[in-house]
């Protein structure tokens, strides 16, 4: 009973819960959404449900970045024949004028 009464003294208003969760979007340079949010707040001894998270999130358009996927531009290992580097010879004999 008492660790529940304790938890509910420690309940955010949503204003004091959106101002940890902007402290908390700028020390991640926002890379959580809501689950990794709801995660991070509970760590930090709040209690605040995904729900509540997400709704206050989305209220105020707080919204994780997308990591870009890794493409392969260039394949480094192929069998066809490399063009000679005419731009090393032409860089020389500026270099020594």
């Keep these: 009973m008492e660790a529940r009464r304790h938890a509910r003294c420690q309940r955010l208003s949503?204003?004091?819960?959106?101002?940890?969760?902007?402290?908390?979007?700028?020390?991640?340079?926002?890379?959580?959404?809501?689950p990794r949010m709801?995660?991070?707040?509970?760590?930090?001894?709040?209690?605040?449900?995904?729900?509540?998270?997400?709704?206050?999130?989305?209220?105020?358009?707080?919204?994780?970045?997308h990591k870009r996927r890794y493409r392969v531009t260039m394949d480094s290992k192929h069998k066809l024949p490399v063009a000679a580097n005419l731009l090393t010879d032409r860089s020389s004999r500026y270099a020594s004028a």
């Design 38 to 65: 709801t995660e991070e707040i509970r760590s930090r001894g709040f209690p605040a449900s995904k729900a509540r998270v997400e709704r206050v999130m989305r209220e105020n358009h707080i919204r994780a970045r």
């Design 14 to 34: 949503d204003g004091k819960l959106l101002a940890l969760i902007r402290a908390i979007h700028a020390e991640v340079k926002g890379a959580y959404g809501s």
